[in-house]
Every structure is written in C-alpha cells, then in structure tokens.
C-alpha cells in the first residue's frame, strides 16, 4: 500500500504553499518587514508580470542568507555546445521525413546534468518566447559547486532510467523513471546523481508555463488530478566555499564566481515553485464503447498559447490501460497532424510501434508528415478477436508544440538514427477489391 502523502512534499498544483526549514523564518501576515528573521534577506521571484490575472499571477517570497544580487559577479561567455536553441537551423543533409532513434550510447567522460545534455529538436523562437526544444541528458556525475538558472524557460525532466536530486532554491525535487520534474524559469538548482548513471528526457519550455489542461465534459476528476503534484519543503544549503552560477540566456551560457552556496532560502511562500509528478497516478479515460479518441484525451500538462486550444508545448502519455473498444480499430489511427510530434519510450513497449521504437529511444513526426501503426501493429490490430485487453509494461511520452521542429546536427549524425525507419510500413499496400 503506497501512502499519498510524500515525505517533503506538499501536496497540490498550483497551491499557494508556505514552508520553513528553521521555525519563524516567514513573516506573518506580511512579505518584506523591516528586520526579517534570522537577519534574513525578504526577496521576491516572480514567474509573471505583475498585472498578469489572478489565475495565471505567479510569484514566491524567498527569506534568505543572501540577496541574489550577491549570488552571481561578473559573468563570463562559455559554450555548451550540445544544447541548443530556437532559432536553431542547424546545418545537416536529412530531407524532411519521419525519423526514429534507437538509444543513443552515452558519451564518454564526466557528464553533469549541464554537460550531458544534448538537443534534438528547436522550435520557434527564444527571443519571443515561443516554442520549445526537446532533448536527452546523460549523467554520471554531481554537480557539487556548480549551480545553474535558465532565464529562457521551464525545463520538464522526464528519467529513463536512474535516479537524480535537484537541490533548488525551494527544496529538494527527487525523482526517478515514472516520475517528472519541472524547473521554473530563474530557479536556481544543482543536480545531484542518486542512483546512477542516469539517463532521460527534457523539454524546454520557451512559452507559457505548463499548467493543467480544461477538462471540459470529463468534469472534475481524472486525467492528471491536482492532489498528485508534490512541491518540496524548504531546504537550504549553508556553504562557504569557492562556487560557480551558470546561466542560460537567449541561447547563450555565462559563469561567474562566488563565494557561497546561491542555495541559502531559509523558507518560502506562494505559487511559483518546482514540482515532481508521479506517472502512474495519471488516471485515463477513453472509449468504451467504439473507435479511439484523439490522443488529446492523454494530456498531462499543457503549455497554452494565445489561440484557443492551440499549445506551445503539450506533454502527453501513454501509460498502461484497457483497451475495450467494440468493432473498432485500437492503435492509434493514421494521420497528418497540424501538431509536432517528439516521442519517447521510457519502459516497455509501444503498441503502434512494438518493433524498432525501444526504451530509451525516441521519434519525431514532424507538421503535416503522415505516420501511424507499422505494419505488424495494423495486421495484429485488424484481424486479432476484440476481447476486453489491457496494455501493460508500457509508458511512452509525448512532447508536442504548434511549431515545426527543427533537427539539431547532433541529432542528425547520431549514429543511434534508423535510416530504414519508414521500411515499417512497407507491406500497407492496396487492398482495394472493388466490392465490399
């Protein structure tokens, strides 16, 4: 029996949380008093516009040992030349096309969670903040003095395998393969390798912040519920020693040099923080009598846009479930989608794909590109007796986006790509008799 409540975790999406690691930290009844507690510093983070609406106003008091105007000197240009950034066209010979990666080997040498990141895909631009890009990460190693803020958007984690810790600002977010991570946008953290080496999935989210989608007719349950969404405790790291602050800034990376630990948050309150999100609490809906409903029903988490119902970015699952549906076709349909498609496989198989889309691997199936159900998916699919069935040992992802993803060269001379990927849907010939 799994309890609901998470030891350092506060329950919630959303909420409006307050917590301290030393009692009497946060003041009461108000933000900024003349003398904080502790000789503590009051600062605010705010995550939008102040005038933004009630709904989507998002901010969080911070107490701490510091300013962070004493958290970063003078700031120096350096490269990580792996990640990547929208506008990113980068320079490579793949035409336009549908494209699959089995898992791609891990590279060699000390990997931190900054150097082991490697983009894949861009999309829009950072300077409008609109779009997103998705990549993988590889780590073997902690950062022990290094601490790093993105200043261009939130990053969703997404692990495959391994376990990792990121030591915020807030708090401590660990998670592990079935879970994900957000990092706010000006969060500072380190990330700090649990059990290892790791690897997994990211998404960074140039645009709106992720919050939960409308439900609309499915009314106040289901889907991904709010109570499931776990923010840290305040923890907070008191260290004198030689540390260094990256920052990721319109694409670009800068370092400077302090003397102490940016960790220094003693308690905080309000509604701008980092979150974990336990997967297989995702509680899905579907048909249950015939046909299969857009893959939409499977949203986790959406960034919106200024168009209705039109996402920067969507983060969508596949996870284990009955499949009940009478006289009807089960996998996912063949399509054209005005949406970008970057898929991963996290354990299991995929029951579109149950050949060549592996664990660890990944796909992209770009605007307006047709895709669906391989051959052997479509053959099983179409002739096997339609018994109530549930999929199991499963869990595949998808980050999607209103914006044409662009493929990095890395991504484009892995040698982890499958150039006879589209050879699967080789066999789909006519079928047409001329009669019914």
Not at 163 to 189: A, D, N, Q, S
Request: charged fraction near 20%; aromatic fraction near 12%.
């Amino acid at each position: 029996m799994r309890s609901a409540i998470v030891p350092g975790y506060m329950p919630g999406f959303g909420n409006d949380f307050e917590t301290e690691a030393l009692p009497g930290v946060l003041p009461y009844g108000r933000n900024s008093p003349q003398k904080c507690a502790y000789g503590l510093y009051a600062e605010q983070l705010s995550g939008s516009p102040f005038t933004a609406p009630r709904g989507t106003n998002e901010r969080s008091w911070l107490y701490r040992m510091r300013p962070s105007v004493r958290h970063t000197s003078r700031f120096t240009g350096v490269e990580f030349p792996h990640w990547k950034t929208a506008p990113c066209i980068d320079q490579h010979d793949l035409p336009i096309g549908p494209l699959r990666w089995s898992p791609p080997e891990q590279p060699e040498g000390e990997l931190t969670f900054l150097s082991g990141l490697r983009t894949i895909t861009t999309a829009g631009d950072v300077h409008t903040q609109a779009g997103m890009s998705a990549g993988i990460y590889f780590v073997n190693t902690s950062m022990v003095d290094d601490y790093f803020y993105n200043a261009d958007g939130e990053i969703l984690v997404v692990p495959q395998q391994g376990v990792l810790c990121f030591f915020t600002e807030l708090g401590r977010v660990t998670v592990k393969p079935g879970e994900i991570c957000v990092m706010p946008r000006g969060m500072k953290f380190k990330v700090e390798l649990v059990e290892g080496p790791a690897r997994g999935y990211c998404c960074e989210n140039y645009g709106a912040k992720f919050t939960l989608p409308d439900r609309g007719p499915i009314g106040a349950n289901c889907l991904a519920n709010p109570r499931d969404f776990k923010t840290p405790v305040a923890a907070f790291e008191d260290k004198e020693t030689p540390c260094r602050v990256w920052v990721k800034w319109c694409g670009k990376f800068y370092r400077c040099d302090i003397g102490h630990s940016p960790l220094d948050v003693l308690g905080w309150h309000g509604n701008y923080a980092p979150y974990k999100y336990d997967l297989r609490t995702f509680s899905p809906v579907g048909a249950i009598l015939f046909d299969h409903p857009d893959p939409s029903i499977f949203t986790v988490m959406t960034a919106p846009t200024g168009e209705e119902g039109t996402a920067n970015v969507d983060f969508v699952i596949f996870p284990e479930r009955w499949m009940v549906a009478e006289n009807s076709f089960r996998p996912p349909w063949y399509h054209l989608n005005i949406m970008s498609e970057f898929m991963g496989l996290i354990h299991g198989r995929y029951d579109a794909k149950p050949d060549g889309f592996l664990p660890g691997g990944m796909s992209l199936h770009n605007c307006m590109l047709p895709h669906g159900p391989d051959l052997a998916a479509f053959t099983r699919a179409s002739t096997e007796e339609l018994r109530p069935h549930k999929l199991t040992d499963t869990l595949a992802f998808m980050f999607e986006t209103r914006y044409p993803q662009q493929l990095t060269s890395y991504a484009a001379s892995l040698a982890a790509l499958q150039p006879d990927y589209d050879r699967c849907w080789d066999g789909l010939d006519r079928r047409f008799a001329g009669k019914p």
